[in-house]
Nanobody, 125 residues
Framework: QLQASGGGSVQAGGSLRLSCAAS????????MGWFRQAPGKEREFVAA????????RYKDSVKGRFTISRDGAKNTLYLEMISLKPEDTADYYC????????????????????WGQGTLVTVSS
């Protein structure tokens, strides 16, 4: 089970940190990711991290502004977001997908089996 939190309303240029707490399994063999869905748009990939925690991927438009990380001891996934823009406004979802290797990373929604509920991020100009 994945529980996302940390969303909120900020002005452009502001920061937020999203968290995704996992229960029921140890996540070391799971690639984990963040996706987002804006009103009227399809869900899109934002960032992903391997089970080993040292391989990451980002959507081009968030590179340099968003940082994905994971805490194995707390079984928690994070997304640190700075320099937020109005176009970052969306519901953000965390996801976990089992991998045969801790160094595999998944970047498409179809590759993820487990999803948390969305947490809304609203960025005003």
């Amino acid at each position: 089970q994945l529980q996302a939190s940390g969303g909120g309303s900020v002005q452009a240029g502001g920061s937020l940190r999203l968290s995704c707490a996992a229960s029921g399994a140890t996540l070391s063999h799971y690639s984990m990711g963040w996706f987002r869905q804006a009103p009227g748009k399809e869900r899109e990939f934002v960032a992903a991290i391997s089970g080993s925690g040292d391989i990451t991927r980002y959507k081009d438009s968030v590179k340099g502004r968003f940082t994905i990380s994971r805490d194995g001891a707390k079984n928690t996934l994070y997304l640190e977001m700075i320099s937020l823009k109005p176009e970052d406004t969306a519901d953000y979802y965390c996801a976990a997908g089992w991998t045969s290797s801790t160094r595999v990373i998944k970047t498409t929604s179809a590759q993820y089996k487990y999803w948390g509920q969305g947490t809304l991020v609203t960025v005003s100009s």
